[in-house]
């Protein structure tokens, strides 16, 4: 999942427009589909690539690899900025970094092993990464 999340920010590096409309055919889900536990929204809020991907790190390393995390969100909004110093005008700015939003409610992380103690207590680590608040499912 890492690694289609880093191939989609390279290939769209380069893109200047960035409709905000919504997606069609995608949903939030509020259930688990394919973890024991996870990590449920509890406000709406926007996360970036770097929030995420510190948050996925503290939940491998918490679990000594031994578990699957699922990664539930797509990061699929760009935000634009011009280089400082730039004057006005000659066209929009490039791509700084990419964010998903979440709405209150939606699974942002889902996560299987064998020992549960260990899923919660790498689960609750990794909610002290995150800016929004989070629980325990």
Known sequence: MLNVLIKNEMVFNNRK???KSRLKNFKYSSKLNFGKFGLKALEAGSLNFKQIESA???LSKKTERQS??????????ALTKKSL?????K???KITFFFAKIKKGCIIFEISGSNPQKLLFALKACQ???PIKTLLM
């Open 56 to 58: 996925r790190k503290v």
């Open 17 to 19: 427009i960035c409709r």
């Open 85 to 89: 110093g730039t004057r006005m005008g």
């Open 91 to 93: 066209g929009k700015g």
């Open 68 to 77: 699957k995390i699922w990664v539930k969100i797509s990061f699929n909004y």
């Open 128 to 130: 002290y990464k995150l």
